[in-house]
């Protein structure tokens, strides 16, 4: 897995279509990896540093970048990077015994913006991995501006700044505008999406990530012989609005329980395999 031409280039593993199939990884013989591999490592331990591989993290547009004034806040809130239901079958079974309902929404290509507000004011504005200085050219911070935060109301609000200028804009947006996918309240609960959506509306005046649907578990998933290949089939087939292809879904119980591993609310994400990001 080389680059004849530039050997020191990282190689991308992603999403494609081998003979008509979809292709979302690679096996490799034993035979193939170090010595110690084999001779130390035990199922489920962390190899990625041994081997060498790290996580694909999209180049933050230069229009975007502005300036850092610290890391991301880790101790007040938690990065929103969604896990992938199909790396994780333990957690696919978490999400959907959990309650009665599953609430599904659609996956937004944008980039990630979370905004700490304490007593009706905004204190810090984040993209996914920084905090962002708040100067006229930053447009986390004018984004985050345009929100009208009820007085003396105190969260944490994440969504994705989608529009002209960020990534492909394959919403297709005349301008930027905040989507939110998720509220937490200063007791640390996060609202369900029919409650964040209202929020929104009334509150905020912002958009909400689109719901795709609302289901009842024992009429759905508790019926379909595979329920993870039955959603992916769902996320392959999403398109935005615009009518371009869609990233893919977000999966819940519609109450947003908090999952204490990840502090997110508890749920996964689904790729949609004809997207090409």
Request: charged share 30%; with cysteine; net charge positive.
């Given at each position: 897995?080389?680059?004849?031409?530039?050997?020191?280039?990282?190689?991308?593993?992603?999403?494609?279509?081998?003979?008509?199939?979809?292709?979302?990884?690679?096996?490799?013989?034993?035979?193939?990896?170090?010595?110690?591999?084999?001779?130390?490592?035990?199922?489920?331990?962390?190899?990625?540093?041994?081997?060498?591989?790290?996580?694909?993290?999209k180049e933050m547009p230069a229009n975007l970048s502005g300036e850092n004034i610290g890391d991301f806040p880790s101790h007040l809130a938690s990065k929103t990077d969604e896990d992938n239901g199909l790396n994780d079958p333990s957690l696919v079974e978490k999400v959907l015994s959990a309650e009665p309902y599953i609430t599904i929404t659609q996956k937004l290509d944008g980039s990630s913006i979370t905004i700490v507000v304490e007593d009706g004011i905004i204190t810090q504005v984040c993209s996914r991995?920084?905090?962002?200085?708040?100067?006229?050219?930053?447009?986390?911070?004018?984004?985050?501006?345009?929100?009208?935060?009820?007085?003396?109301?105190?969260?944490?609000?994440?969504?994705?700044?989608?529009?002209?200028?960020?990534?492909?804009?394959?919403?297709?947006?005349?301008?930027?505008?905040?989507?939110?996918?998720?509220?937490?309240?200063?007791?640390?609960?996060?609202?369900?999406?029919?409650?964040?959506?209202?929020?929104?509306?009334?509150?905020?005046?912002?958009?909400?990530?689109?719901?795709?649907?609302?289901?009842?578990?024992?009429?759905?998933?508790?019926?379909?012989?595979?329920?993870?290949?039955?959603?992916?089939?769902?996320?392959?087939?999403?398109?935005?609005?615009?009518?371009?292809?869609?990233?893919?879904?977000?999966?819940?119980?519609?109450?947003?329980?908090?999952?204490?591993?990840?502090?997110?609310?508890?749920?996964?994400?689904?790729?949609?395999?004809?997207?090409?990001?």
């Open positions: 897995l080389v680059d004849s031409k530039n050997p020191d280039k990282s190689l991308r593993v992603k999403n494609i279509k081998l003979r008509g199939e979809y292709s979302s990884g690679l096996v490799i013989p034993l035979s193939e990896f170090p010595e110690q591999f084999t001779e130390t490592c035990v199922v489920g331990e962390d190899v990625t540093t041994l081997l060498g591989v790290t996580k694909y993290i991995n920084l905090s962002k200085k708040d100067t006229e050219n930053s447009l986390f911070w004018r984004s985050a501006k345009k929100l009208k935060i009820p007085n003396g109301w105190s969260g944490i609000i994440q969504g994705e700044l989608c529009g002209n200028g960020i990534q492909k804009n394959n919403l297709k947006l005349q301008d930027v505008r905040i989507f939110v996918f998720q509220i937490k309240t200063k007791d640390s609960i996060y609202m369900s999406y029919d409650k964040m959506a209202e929020f929104c509306k009334e509150e905020l005046n912002c958009d909400v990530v689109p719901l795709i649907a609302t289901l009842e578990i024992s009429a759905t998933v508790k019926i379909w012989v595979d329920p993870l290949q039955k959603l992916q089939e769902l996320a392959d087939r999403q398109r935005y609005e615009s009518g371009l292809v869609g990233e893919g879904i977000v999966v819940r119980p519609s109450s947003y329980p908090r999952s204490f591993e990840s502090r997110r609310p508890l749920g996964f994400k689904l790729i949609n395999r004809n997207y090409k990001d």
